[in-house]
């Protein structure tokens, strides 16, 4: 029944399926993957020789060098940032995200949420509240634009003016979850995804359309948005989800992908 339910499309779900993949999504994590930094820290071992720390210790030891200390980098987590579509269109999609999201905050401190239709809305004090039941149904009781319509444009317009420069440093990942259907301002979607790609360090599209085989990038909005990604996967099922986090969980220093147009993340 698990199997089966992880390859459902969550818009086809019942009440007694949703909770059943609630329960699933909440008992999974996930180890995230980290990444070096230029700090050093003392260790037992390590690549750098300390040689103050050596001396220090020779000099106790009247003069004894056989004994050396250590440091070794420093790695964390870089930020991960979500930008989460709430229109009446991602409706299903967007609660599923908000589990899978909640189930990452409790491994990750740097995750920052923001949700859009109409206008921005950061979520990401309300998402860490320890149940996540009543954390989305107080985030669905203050977004007074959930399921109604979608302005991408002006939503990353405000993002890019207010909350870019604070939240998108240190090689930061942008997870942009949204099916991309919007039909008003193509030309503010297109300028505001070229300034989302400058501050970010890598840019991700979670589209849950790509549930079909067929799917091509007819909509403008969906060609506005596609040059500007460095990969477009899909969020449509718990499989999907499990695939994005099993992404979160690799080695992050890969090769760049700043190609236009390129799909894959490799």
Known sequence: AQERLSHRDFDTLTSDEWRALRHQIRSHRMPLATEPTRRLKTASHGTHADLRASARSAVRSGG?????????VVERRPPL???LDISGSMSAYSRAVLYFCHALLQSRERLQVFLFGTRLTNATRALRERDPDVAIAAISDQVVDWSGGTRIGAALAEFNRRWARRVLSGRATVLFVTDGLDHEAIDVLEIEMQRLRRFAHRLVWLNPLLRYT???????GVRAILPHVDAMLAAHNLDSLN????????????ADR??????SWN
């Open 214 to 220: 067929d799917f091509t990038p007819r909509a403008r």
């Open 258 to 263: 700043k190609s236009a147009g390129d799909t």
């Open 64 to 72: 004894d060098w056989t004994t050396w200390k250590y440091k070794k």
């Open 243 to 254: 695939a994005v986090g099993r992404e979160l969980a690799a080695v992050t220093r890969r």
């Open 81 to 83: 940032v979500l930008l």
